[in-house]
């Protein structure tokens, strides 16, 4: 305890007074209730002194040990706040305030079995009051019971509907199940009602930043860090924003104030890591990371990132090696196990690698999947049958696997799609498609009419897909044939020339920066040929719709493209497309569009566009523009201005 012995003399000098000095259990008894009316309006000073004066004269005196432990618990002191409860508790002081304080303190502790056995007894003695609801909603959460988390919390609020802790349960439990707009709406009410408490505010910044509103987010951080500047988490987190919207500068000046506040915080280190990696110093990233990981090799983060690091240079033996130590240490970690997949993917190692996967389903951004009740097929005898395929987050991943959506109807399945808003359009055009939902839909959310599920991702794996076995067959999707027309007639009043849909969705400036330079030098690609240039992709605001401006050769009509089907229906009509990996490259591939997949040469090694050759397994119409080491985007322009060249000659080698 921190006052003197003057300062406690101090806050009795009074009550002595009137007392008379004659130190009755009574007496004790009522300075105690004083301390703890001090507790309730926050005066710690005084109730501290209060109870220190009590326990003086009456070591054993149960509710001065219990606000002795309440007091540590404010303060965070949790071993000293268990031990006062436990004494208080031991000694026959039963309250259920105190049992909900203990349960509390257990939990900070990790002692969550202490902590149900401690909320039990304050269940007992006061089975409807709503603060020993919450907590033991938060319990349930903490445990992993989110059935329970969200029932004790719902009771709570309905018992006291301005309790800020039911709500950020509520909200924790809604985005576990990936129900993001859900969890934001509670969040944003917790941090409303605890307004200076910047855990409130960071949790509600962290769900903002998963629905990639990220303004908002920086602006949760923010507030949180005016009301704990102090906090290295709280500026790792803000430079996950940043770092998040491609502002490597300014988010590796948080992960650095988190450093100067904390030298050995091994998450900063790591996501400097990260960060550093990102802008090209590949070397200081990789230093930054094993200093991480020395610090705490018990941390993964480190090794997955570096793991990481080595797999987008190319160094994919060094990555396994990274994610083997990483399960070695912990043979569960999902994250690990995925890489892992996607290592043995790029080799060409399909089996091994879909199997591994197969762990991205434990993790929790993919909990909607699970919860919906219907067994997961796993190559079942389908004839008959409704099977249910799943939406995993990842729009091009989402239009590469809808190939199989044909393949699992030849199995004598009726074929229910869940999709993207923006392409159920496309999807319902699909053959082998019965059915089209999106999330929130009754089939999507609980399988209603529904006899299997599988993830859409997983169908690989189902269909135990090898490199010499992928079902390239293309097209699979196609464009509302009156859409393409009216596009064609547009384009047929352009000047003449061959029409080059334009996809720039995934192309930043190597530095990370946005804005740093023009994304395509599209008249200095256009050279000496005839091609018109047109964007195929929705506008978009700020620093990325200028760099889409840059070339005067570009004809714009973002502004008539709503989404993806729209993008489709132009696809259609242009001769060839040019982008990045993205969205509307595997758009234009799904439809056996002539499409050129332009490799950032910073990060070599996307499974899907495995090798050095230019071709693609998956997209037969694509060809796959790719630097050596130490390429960069001028050496891939140069190529793809030379092969346009080549093809405006009739060279079919362009």
Not at 77 to 85: D, P, Q
Not at 449 to 471: D, M, Q, Y
Request: glycine share 8%.
């Amino acid at each position: 305890m921190h006052l003197t012995f003057e300062k406690v003399t101090c806050a009795i000098a009074a009550t002595t007074r009137r007392a008379g000095a004659s130190w009755t259990d009574a007496y004790l008894d009522a300075l105690s209730r004083r301390a703890a009316r001090a507790l309730e309006r926050g005066a710690l000073p005084d109730a501290e002194a209060c109870c220190l004066y009590v326990l003086k004269k009456n070591p054993a005196q149960g509710r001065a040990l219990a606000c002795v432990g309440m007091i540590a618990a404010r303060r965070g002191e949790w071993t000293e706040a268990v031990r006062s409860l436990e004494r208080a508790a031991a000694g026959g002081f039963v309250s259920d305030r105190l049992y909900l304080e203990l349960a509390a303190a257990r939990q900070a502790l990790g002692d969550l079995g202490g902590a149900h056995e401690s909320l039990s007894e304050a269940l007992r003695l006061a089975p409807d009051d709503p603060r020993v609801l919450a907590r033991q909603g938060d319990l349930s959460f903490a445990r992993g019971d989110l059935s329970n988390a969200a029932a004790f919390a719902s009771r709570a609020l309905e018992r006291d509907s301005g309790l800020a802790a039911a709500h950020r349960t509520l909200g924790k439990v809604h985005l576990r199940r990936g129900d993001l707009a859900v969890a934001q709406g509670f969040l944003q009410r917790a941090a409303e009602l605890v307004d200076s408490d910047p855990a409130a505010w960071s949790e509600l910044g962290s769900v903002r930043a998963a629905l990639s509103q990220l303004n908002e987010a920086r602006e949760c951080f923010e507030r949180a860090l005016a009301l704990d500047p102090h906090s290295a988490e709280l500026h790792v987190s803000l430079g996950d924003i940043y770092f998040a919207a491609r502002h490597s500068a300014d988010a590796r000046s948080c992960y650095g104030e988190a450093l100067r506040i904390a030298p050995d915080n091994a998450r900063a280190l790591s996501r400097l890591g990260a960060a550093t990696a990102h802008v090209g110093d590949a070397a200081e990233a990789e230093r930054l990371l094993l200093r991480a990981h020395d610090i705490a090799p018990g941390h993964l983060e480190p090794l997955t990132t570096l793991g990481l690091l080595h797999q987008e240079a190319g160094r994919v033996d060094q990555a396994l090696e990274c994610y083997r130590r990483a399960i070695a240490i912990d043979p569960i970690c999902v994250e690990a196990h995925v890489y892992a997949g996607l290592s043995h993917l790029y080799r060409g190692e399909f089996g091994q690698g879909w199997e591994e996967l197969e762990w991205r389903l434990r993790l929790p951004s993919l909990q909607q999947l699970r919860e919906v009740d219907r067994p997961l097929w796993r190559g079942e005898d389908l004839s008959g049958c409704t099977i249910l395929l799943q939406r995993e987050p990842g729009l091009s991943d989402h239009i590469q696997f809808l190939r199989y959506a044909p393949m699992v109807a030849s199995r004598g399945a009726r074929v229910i799609v869940e999709t993207f808003p923006q392409l159920q359009g496309l999807v319902a055009r699909m053959a082998g498609v019965d059915r089209v939902v999106t999330a929130g839909d009754a089939v999507s959310r609980a399988g209603s009419g529904v006899n299997w599920r599988c993830p859409i991702l997983s169908l690989a794996h189902r269909f135990e897909t090898r490199p010499a076995s992928v079902p390239s067959s293309v097209p699979y999707l196609a464009g509302d044939p009156a859409g393409a027309e009216a596009w064609h007639a547009r384009l047929q009043r352009l000047p003449a020339g061959t029409k080059i849909g334009c996809s720039w969705s995934e192309i930043s400036a190597p530095s990370g920066e946005s804005g740093d330079a023009p994304v395509l030098e599209l008249d200095a690609l256009r050279g000496g040929t005839d091609a018109v240039f047109i964007n195929v992709e929705p506008q978009r605001p700020g620093a990325e719709s200028r760099a889409i401006s840059a070339g005067r050769s570009l004809i714009d009509w973002s502004a008539d493209i709503r989404d993806l089907t729209d993008t489709a229906d132009l696809v259609s009509a242009v001769d060839l497309v040019i982008g990045p990996p993205g969205p509307t490259t595997h758009l234009a591939g799904a439809m056996g569009k002539p499409t050129w997949v332009l490799l950032n040469p910073l990060r070599r090694a996307d499974w899907r566009w495995m090798g050095d050759n230019n071709s693609c397994a998956w997209y037969p119409t694509a060809r796959v523009f790719r630097q050596p080491a130490g390429g960069d985007w001028a050496g891939l322009m140069r190529s793809v201005a030379s092969a346009l060249a080549a093809r405006a000659s009739g060279d079919s080698r362009g």
